[in-house]
Nanobody, 122 residues
Framework: QVQLVESGGGLVQAGGSLRLSCAAAGRTFSNYAMAWFRQAPGKEREFVATISQSSGTTYYTDSVKGRFTISRDNDKNTVYLQLDNLKPEDTAVYYC???????????????WGQGTQVTVSS
């Protein structure tokens, strides 16, 4: 079992930046690929980014490429999502997730956090 707790959300103006953090507890963090998802009001949850155990592989959904950066610190059991050049359409609840591989983390991860709200005003 892995427990995930997100933080760092908030209200920001368009063009601004935020850094989301996800702290993991339980089993060995470095064993897991990590991912971020988001869910906007009235929409389905969607994949945002994923990172492999050693940070060697990352994937992003097209709409955030060049604006968001996923990273991790295995010594701190934390994964980050840097959000730059935010747009109103980035407004959503952002969720951290974990699974054994990036493929699984992108598709149907086993473990989820509770989410953190990001609101981007125009």
């Amino acid at each position: 079992q892995v427990q995930l707790v997100e933080s760092g959300g908030g209200l920001v103006q368009a063009g601004g930046s935020l850094r989301l953090s996800c702290a993991a507890a339980g089993r060995t963090f470095s064993n897991y690929a990590m991912a971020w998802f988001r869910q906007a009001p009235g929409k389905e949850r969607e994949f945002v980014a994923t990172i492999s155990q050693s940070s060697g592989t990352t994937y992003y959904t097209d709409s955030v490429k060049g604006r968001f950066t996923i990273s991790r610190d295995n010594d701190k059991n934390t994964v980050y999502l840097q959000l730059d050049n935010l747009k109103p359409e980035d407004t959503a609840v952002y969720y951290c997730a974990a699974d054994w591989t990036t493929a699984q983390a992108m598709a149907a991860p086993q473990y989820w956090g509770q989410g953190t709200q990001v609101t981007v005003s125009s």
